[in-house]
């Protein structure tokens, strides 16, 4: 399950966020729950610690009137716990996210206060993808999301997955879909099926037609051709020894 944490020192904003939030995991079916809303973030590293290997959502404010920890301890502080954690910071100080970005926090959204429903709800629809994935490595289906909306692909109708223009696609016999991630992300959630071949893709060894490595390129099912780069010519050549 998803576990949804909020933190902000004004319990007016932390409400408005936590009735937003529930209103979206109604509306989606998420499996998921508001786990804790608070205004302390000592209080987050606590419930985090308690179970660092479950899956978290937090959303959090960048500072805090009287605490003795900001919102960036706190974000380094969860990393010290879980490092696949995301982090989202939902503030009215813009001052604060550049010293964010610098630190190893690692975030994985800004929102200037106050938030609206419709950037809230994207934003969770990313996170419950991500957690889907995650959960259902090495299974039948990736899961894959266009703004709010979450779709589920066949995993062994996926040929290869494209960087292209700042987004990933996902090629399929039939089917280019496109989303925002990453192929370094892909390569940690992605099943055994898969390989990294280029900065630029990552394939399904099953669906290769053939290899080039003269021409240092592969063939795949639906007549696509893909680039092998230098850096990863020996683990193909050794995948397939």
């Known amino acids: ?24 995991l ?9 786990a804790q809303v608070t205004s302390d973030p000592a209080e987050v590293v606590n419930i985090i610690s308690a179970a660092p290997e479950d899956f978290y ?4 404010d960048a500072v805090f ?4 920890m900001s919102g960036c301890e706190l974000g380094r502080e969860i990393r010290k716990l879980n490092r696949d954690c ?4 939902i503030t009215s100080c813009q001052e604060v996210i550049r010293e964010i970005l610098n630190s ?23 996170v419950y993808r991500d957690y889907l994935n995650v959960s259902a490595k090495n299974c039948e289906w990736f899961y894959v ?7 589920r692909i066949p995993t062994d109708s996926i040929l290869y997955f494209e960087s292209f223009d700042k987004k990933i696609y ?32 990552i394939i399904n060894r099953t669906k290769i037609r053939s290899i080039s490595f003269s021409e240092m390129t592969i063939n795949m099912e639906n007549g696509a051709v893909i680039s092998i780069s230098r850096t990863y010519k020996n683990v193909i050549r050794e995948m397939f020894r």
């Open 26 to 34: 109604r509306k989606g079916g998420y499996r998921a729950e508001i």
């Open 86 to 89: 995301h982090i989202v910071y």
């Open 57 to 60: 959502l937090v959303m959090t």
């Open 170 to 201: 996902v090629h399929t016999h039939n089917q280019r879909i496109g989303f925002y991630d990453s192929l370094a992300n892909l390569e940690n959630r992605l099943g055994k099926n898969f390989v990294r071949c280029h900065k630029s893709y």
């Open 145 to 151: 999301n266009i703004g709010a909306s979450l779709y």
């Open 1 to 24: 399950m998803l576990r949804i944490v909020i933190c902000d020192g004004s319990c007016e904003c932390s409400s408005r966020l936590a009735q937003i939030t529930e209103k979206i």
């Open 104 to 126: 190893m926090v690692r975030p994985s959204g800004f929102f200037i206060k106050p938030v609206e429903e419709n950037e809230l709800e994207i934003l969770v629809a990313d």
């Open 65 to 68: 009137d009287g605490s003795g």
